[in-house]
């Protein structure tokens, strides 16, 4: 029980660096004398490092302790967020969040290899709902420090001083925690797991599927505000409510998956997502288009990933683990950026129709994915 509690923990940990930025941005660049737009160079350096990282996890595993790799991950993600109480230049802003990512790309992995090994499909997505708490949160926690005389410096600090002490519960229960990767097991290389079509299915399918879910997230309240009108105010309101949706999705996930197997929970989904893009084309009811959307997407991710051993089998499953999170963050930073081009070129209807591109190709790569497992088709080349 202690373990998943931590677990959930560590991926409420995740959740919260990630929204105290977009908060404490507006405050923080004048003091470090730089533009509105360098934030970019913080997404980049973030990104590169939570790859960098996750593609690293599966050696890690097999060198150390769960519970002693998640202590030193996170003691790193803590370590990078309280270099923000002194730092005065950007330069050692782009060096923090780059240690932070490092920390949270081990963490990641290790803990989703964790669930699939031990646990089963409605921990998984519980887990995944508790990164949506810690998205919620830091919002808020960045809210509270910006009213202190230490601003934005003491929101990173109190998310810092929680993470180390979660850092040391994690090392002194080390002995509590399994090896996930055997040490003896053999290693499948990541250019051999890409070599199989399963596995290039299932990076695809991640990388659309950050596209989609970090595209809503960023542009919606574009979408809103610009293209149909709304205020500024009620136009977060609703953002906030698809974030909301999208971790309800999640809980309510948890138990159907007990009678649901993977494949129902994604179909079912992205009917829904579906059916929430119909809704947001609709004048005045665009936010609840966006709710079912969250609602929709919000257990398509956790159901995936639960299933990997199914869907490429149980000899690939470590390297494909590590390259759907890894290809996950590639798209969400590739397609989002391209989506945001489309949408200034096109304000109005630009969202909705990159949506309905990426919903559309997650249906077809599903759908292909699914004739492979149910064909029994050998893990091993093919074509996507």
């Not at 199914?310 to 397609?335: C, D, H, N």
Request: glycine residues 14%; hydrophobic residues 55%; aromatic residues 10%.
């Amino acid at each position: 029980m202690i373990r998943i509690v931590l677990a959930f923990a560590a991926f409420i940990s995740l959740g919260m660096p990630d929204t105290l930025l977009g908060v404490g941005w507006p405050s923080m660049h004048a003091g470090l004398s730089v533009d509105l737009d360098a934030a970019g160079w913080l997404v980049v350096a973030t990104t590169g490092a939570y790859i960098l990282s996750s593609l690293c996890a599966g050696r890690l595993m097999r060198i150390m302790r769960l519970g002693l790799l998640l202590g030193l991950s996170v003691g790193l993600t803590a370590l990078g967020l309280w270099v923000y109480l002194w730092l005065d230049q950007f330069v050692w802003l782009v060096l923090a969040v780059f240690v932070c990512g490092l920390g949270g790309g081990a963490v990641d992995v290790a803990l989703q290899q964790y669930v699939i090994e031990r646990h089963g499909p409605g921990l998984m997505q519980w887990l995944h709902a508790s990164f949506g708490v810690g998205v919620t949160l830091g919002p808020a926690l960045m809210a509270v420090a910006l009213t202190s005389d230490n601003g934005w410096r003491w929101g990173y600090a109190a998310v810092g001083a929680s993470l180390m002490g979660l850092a040391a519960v994690f090392i002194l229960s080390m002995r509590l925690w399994p090896s996930v990767v055997p040490p003896d097991q053999p290693r499948v290389a990541y250019r051999e797991a890409l070599s199989h079509a399963p596995v290039r299915r299932a990076g695809l399918m991640y990388a659309v599927y950050g596209g989609c879910e970090l595209s809503i997230g960023l542009w919606a309240f574009s979408y809103l505000t610009v293209g149909r009108g709304y205020d500024g105010a009620l136009a977060a309101l609703w953002v906030s409510g698809f974030w909301a949706a999208f971790t309800g999705g999640r809980l309510l996930a948890g138990p159907v998956s007990r009678y649901w197997d993977h494949w129902r929970m994604v179909a079912v989904s992205l009917t829904g997502v579906v059916l929430g893009l119909v809704v947001l084309a609709i004048n005045g009811l665009e936010g609840w288009g966006l709710a079912l959307m969250g609602l929709g997407l919000g257990p398509i991710y956790p159901a995936l990933m639960s299933a990997t051993p199914l869907r490429v089998g149980q000899r690939l499953t470590e390297p494909a683990v590590a390259l759907q999170i890894t290809l996950s963050a590639v798209g969400a930073g590739a397609i989002t950026a391209v989506v945001g081009i489309w949408v200034e070129r096109v304000p109005g209807q630009g969202l909705l129709l990159a949506l309905l591109g990426m919903v559309l190709g997650l249906g077809l790569i599903e759908w292909r994915q699914r004739q492979s497992v149910k064909s029994a088709e050998p893990p091993i080349g093919g074509s996507v």
